[in-house]
């Protein structure tokens, strides 16, 4: 009888184990293999499910291509982009600059010829026209979009090696769909990383940059600038300088602020990986026991669906190996959660809900022990995420001062790690003001992002022409589902 009391806590033990692991099936694609790559999910067609824009080198030549998903079959779509690869994470980025709710792109990197920095609009039917935007050429670049001034529409912060051999990090202003270099006076790096997000949670998009900034020497800063009305203030943050990583903002402890996700080569050539908690807009590093990688690439996302984010992130370890990680997050700490996902670095990853199942799947590409470049998809078998259920805050009010608006509504108490996003527009049902690059009616997404209002439950919009405006506001949860829209309402400005 004893040794039946042992074995059934021993498989009671054994259940709880596999209980926690994550559990994800390879998918067999035939997306090209790729290394020094960038890849990003997004809904290109508008058709309610998501695609693939993805950049690198194939072992032959330089590759630029986008996949169209049909009931999950990877289709290339011929898009014509010019082929380039890098050395720096997030050199491609889909945006609706327009604001015509579709997705339009930005490519950055080495064509193997020059360096290049080149916009296209998406026209409908897998066709993407070059716009005649002056962003110049970069390599070793990173680009991110956000919109830094409030008025409605994304600008992007780009940076790396420019055409003129120096190092650079620029912000371009978007004014109605053309993209304006503004002079933002920040700190130029390259083989480095960069995001936006409102650390101080005072309503505008700070930025966060690291790299290489030396000119002879391989040195590397990495600076936060806080926000102040479109000036950006260096707050002296005392972070470790990184080359050759990834970075991600994000609340992994859902206490209303951001913290910061980092990894890569420190300046005495060790790789590093940092979580640092956001205490009132200082940040401590919590000496998380994670992978410590460069050449890497990183991603929150809550793959389990219990309200917290967990950790995707793969490179080169201290050990001389490709190792691609899953940390799940129980209360603020992190436990390898056994993925058995291929080792890969000099690549990219990024979370997913390509089977439109309501958990994150996994699409990641790089190079592994043996050099040799993949594309894999891992599939998220733990179909816990259609029970989920969300729903849109309620009431919804609009403050209006001059050309500005003060949009609130009530925050949502019983889901945890949520954001909220914003639509506006001139007629009911538009976007045209402000996209939140989901579809208005349905609420699905177009792209795996956290709400354009972020943690927060107001947002101020600027500058906005007199009008009569609908708008209306989702909420996205950690596994970047969103639920419908609220009922729309309206607001004036004279």
Not at 206 to 221: A, E, F, M, Q, W
Not at 320 to 338: C, E, H, I, M, P
């Amino acid at each position: 009888m004893q040794h039946i009391k042992y074995f059934g806590w021993f498989a009671i033990l054994l259940i709880g184990l596999q209980s926690t692991q994550a559990q994800f099936k390879e998918v067999k694609t035939n997306i090209v293999n790729l290394k020094y790559s960038s890849v990003a999910w997004g809904d290109q067609d508008n058709d309610g499910d998501l695609d693939i824009f993805i950049m690198g080198w194939d072992g032959k030549a330089r590759k630029t291509l986008i996949y169209n998903n049909e009931n999950g079959q990877f289709e290339d779509i011929e898009a014509g982009l010019p082929g380039v690869n890098s050395v720096a994470s997030n050199n491609l980025a889909w945006a609706d600059l327009d604001n015509d709710n579709d997705l339009d792109l930005v490519v950055t990197g080495q064509d193997g010829s020059e360096r290049i920095a080149k916009m296209f609009s998406n026209e409908g039917s897998g066709y993407f026209k070059e716009m005649p935007q002056s962003l110049g050429g970069v390599y070793a670049s990173t680009v991110v979009w956000g919109d830094y001034d409030n008025d409605g529409d994304l600008d992007l912060l780009m940076a790396g090696h420019m055409k003129s051999q120096k190092r650079e990090t620029v912000v371009f202003r978007n004014d109605n769909g053309k993209l304006i270099r503004i002079d933002a006076k920040l700190q130029g790096i390259s083989r480095g990383t960069a995001a936006w997000g409102d650390y101080d949670n005072d309503g505008d998009l700070d930025i966060l940059v690291s790299g290489r900034y030396h000119p002879t020497k391989k040195l590397s800063k990495c600076i936060i600038y806080q926000n102040n009305n479109g000036v950006f203030k260096d707050i002296k943050a005392n972070l470790s300088g990184i080359s050759r990583g990834s970075s991600a903002w994000g609340d992994y402890d859902n206490d209303g602020d951001l913290d910061l996700l980092m990894s890569g080569l420190d300046n005495n050539g060790k790789r590093i990986t940092k979580l640092y908690k956001n205490n009132n807009g200082k940040f401590s590093d919590t000496r998380a026991n994670l992978v410590q990688v460069a050449r890497s690439s990183l991603a929150w996302g809550d793959y389990d669906n219990d309200g917290d984010l967990d950790i995707l992130i793969m490179g080169f370890n201290n050990q001389g190996k490709r190792v691609t990680k899953l940390y799940q997050n129980n209360k603020g700490s992190f436990k390898d959660a056994k993925a058995n996902l291929m080792g890969l670095c000099a690549g990219s990853v990024a979370w997913g809900d390509y089977d439109n199942d309501g958990d994150l799947d996994i699409l990641i590409s790089g190079e592994d022990n043996d050099f040799n470049q993949h594309t894999k998809i891992y599939q998220n078998t733990m179909n816990n995420g259609s029970s989920v259920k969300i729903h849109p805050p309620t009431n919804l009010q609009a403050d209006v001062k001059g050309k500005n608006v003060l949009l609130k509504w009530e925050k949502i108490k019983d889901l945890k790690g949520i954001t909220y996003n914003i639509r506006i527009g001139t007629a009911p049902g538009k976007n045209d003001r402000l996209s939140p690059m989901a579809d208005a009616q349905s609420g699905r997404r177009l792209v795996v992002d956290e709400g354009n209002a972020h943690h927060h439950d107001n947002w101020l919009i600027k500058n906005l022409p007199p009008g009569k405006y609908y708008w209306s506001v989702q909420t996205i949860n950690g596994a970047f589902k969103s639920s419908k829209f609220s009922a729309e309402k309206t607001f004036t400005v004279n």
